[in-house]
């Protein structure tokens, strides 16, 4: 992966920044509507495709090309049908993203991690206890460890636009993203992780922000809020087979300074792990299934 | 490490396949699937001397909820949103399929335990790219004009310190001077449309709906004494079966319904036309209710739907 870090380094980086970035989120200003300093406030236009990506950006990132880091935390449900719901277990979540602007754009890179905690004690699930097959799995835990995208104009109006929706100071930026495509794990050679040859899911994810706070002219970031729902099937690792259903994942984020603002259990986990999840990727890297590596 | 052979998973395997539906579900008695999820974690007291919320004490929390979700003075109040709506069909490529604006008028009255909320309802739905209210929608899989039924519901509830943690829940996390709320619930009842006696209309024998609520507010603005009402932001996730009048049969699929919302102060910042086309229909729908009705005497969604398809209809 271009731009990786050796695991001791950025280990070593990341703690001795954690004081450091505490101090400055205390600073900052929160979503709510910010005071106006006088001659800095420019009026949002979001009619305009350009600035409404900047504005865009400077809600989920920081146009500075900043390294913006998010918490998370949610619940994971699963929905059947004509048969019910149920509550699961919990998710911790972070995010650390980067923007900057490329020729047309901008170019979004980001990476995310989570751990599965169970929903009464807090505590990392590293075994569960499956209650539909009544059998014990070892929890896989999430990460996307480097994704990377482009912004542009001309997506606007398409799957791959930005929208957004605002009332009086609330601005709210969102995008849903639905995806059918041929599974990496065949039912045939994989009857027990597998629920389809098609892979289908959907990521909604909302941003919302101040519209005063993005109306200041020198702010490169400013607070947001939001809220992540996705809908798809069982994951390979809860060996569901092809029963049917879905997984229902709802999370609810924030940015926040660095890496010593997020949950306790899942800093650690991935601190021991892989370190490098919590700094931004440097450079494009092509999906995985263009490398010819299967998807997770 | 996992010592697991694949001689392990197709055992694993026949012996899933066969316990058969019944026997899966039936032996996980636990997880009883109804209204209301749980338990979900709680964190957090804000504030600060005689302004604290301790969200542990369930009777604080149900209190700030309804600060956040509504307000605590009885004062009409709406929130206001506007959302999209995509066809999530199993084996199929997934389409969007129009947009919805709805808006809540409702009041909350404290009573002996908790809280009255009086609530109405009312939706239309919007061309995604124009704006433009429906009349009519395409329907892409029978290639026909469809007259969309616009949402109208009054369903009026009790909340109840003593259900908290049974008939519902009340999820908040607290980061700094961000509070986050969540309501999620599940709905599986028999169909008021069944595909028997509206072969076009019903899609199953059972009304689906599993539905997320999420608000945003400030502890700041939680514990102010002087606020009956905190500034709030949301967004509610929910997936339903077709609405009837989409004219699916028994076709599968799902609706995958997303609406970020805000609190408004009155009729007059919600869109005029969506207004007027309230007023057309019923006019008692721009205000919340004086009384409180039992919930099996409200309407549902799914009561109108069929009041109007069975006019249609000519039943």
Not at chain 1, 214 to 242: K, N
């Amino acid at each position: 992966m271009g731009g990786a870090i050796h695991a001791d380094r950025g280990r070593r980086a990341l703690l001795t920044g954690l004081a450091g970035a505490r101090a400055a989120f205390v600073a900052a200003t929160p979503v709510a509507a910010a005071p106006a300093r006088r001659g800095a406030r420019v009026p949002l236009d979001l009619s305009n495709v350009d600035r409404l990506l900047d504005a865009y950006v400077r809600t989920e990132g920081d146009s500075s090309g900043a390294d913006v880091f998010c918490w998370a935390e949610g619940s994971i449900f699963a929905w059947i049908p004509g048969v019910g719901g149920y509550h699961l277990f919990d998710q911790q979540r972070c995010a650390v993203r980067r923007f900057e602007r490329s020729a047309h754009g901008w170019l979004h890179q980001h990476s995310d991690a989570g751990v599965y905690i169970d929903k009464g004690t807090g505590k990392l699930l590293e075994l569960w206890r499956n209650p539909f097959t009544g059998r014990d799995v070892e929890v896989s835990q999430p990460v996307n460890a480097a994704v990377s995208r482009e912004h542009l104009p001309d997506q606007q109006g398409s799957a791959l636009g930005t929208d957004y929706w605002d009332k009086g100071d609330t601005v709210c930026f969102y995008r849903n993203v639905f995806v059918a495509r041929a599974a990496d794990m065949k039912i045939a050679q994989y009857p027990l992780q597998s629920q389809a040859d098609l892979q289908e899911f959907g990521e909604l994810d909302n941003f919302f922000a101040s519209r005063s706070a993005l109306e200041q002219r020198d702010a490169t970031s400013v607070p947001m809020v939001g809220c992540h729902s996705r809908i798809g099937q069982w994951p390979p690792w809860m060996r569901m087979g092809q029963q049917r259903g879905y997984l229902i994942a709802q999370l609810r984020f924030k940015k926040v300074a660095g890496v010593g603002d997020l949950h306790p259990v899942l800093r650690d986990y991935w601190l021991q792990r892989d370190p490098s999840i919590f700094v931004a990727p440097r450079g494009i890297t092509a999906p995985a299934s263009e490398r010819g590596e299967p998807r997770a | 490490m996992s010592q697991r052979t694949p001689g392990d998973d197709r055992r694993e395997l026949l012996q899933m396949l066969a316990m058969g539906a019944g026997g899966l579900f039936s032996a996980t008695p636990a997880l009883a699937a109804g209204q209301g999820t749980g338990p979900m974690r709680v964190s957090g007291r804000i504030g600060r001397g005689a302004n604290t919320i301790d969200f542990t004490d369930p009777s604080q929390k149900l209190d700030a909820f309804i600060k956040v979700e509504g307000d605590q003075s009885g004062a009409e109040h709406f929130l206001y949103g506007y959302g999209t709506i995509t066809a999530y069909i199993d084996g199929m490529p997934d389409r969007r399929l129009f947009d919805t604006e709805l808006y809540a008028v409702r009041r909350y009255r404290r009573i002996d335990g908790g809280w009255l909320r009086l609530h109405r309802e009312a939706g239309i739905y919007r061309d995604p790219t124009t704006r433009a209210i429906l009349t009519k929608w395409r329907n892409p899989w029978l290639e026909r004009d469809i007259e969309p039924i616009n949402i109208l519901q009054e369903f009026s509830r009790r909340y109840r310190v003593a259900d908290l943690g049974r008939a519902f829940n009340i999820g908040v996390s607290v980061n700094d001077d961000d509070v986050f709320m969540q309501r999620s619930f599940f709905v599986v009842r028999p169909s008021e449309l069944n595909p028997r006696d509206y072969p076009v209309h019903g899609q199953d024998h059972f009304y689906g709906l599993s539905e997320y609520v999420n608000f945003f507010a400030k502890a700041s603005d939680i514990v102010n004494p002087k606020l009956t009402a905190a500034p709030a932001v949301g967004v509610t996730n929910s997936v339903t079966g077709w609405f009837p009048w989409l004219e699916m049969g028994t076709a599968p699929g799902q609706l995958v319904h997303q609406t970020r919302f805000t609190k408004v102060a009155s009729l007059a910042d919600i869109p005029a036309d969506f207004v007027a086309a309230v007023r057309a229909q019923d006019p008692k729908f721009l205000a919340a209710p004086t009384e409180f009705a039992e919930p099996d005497l409200a309407t549902t969604g799914e009561r109108y739907y069929k009041a109007v398809i069975d006019r249609r209809l000519g039943r």
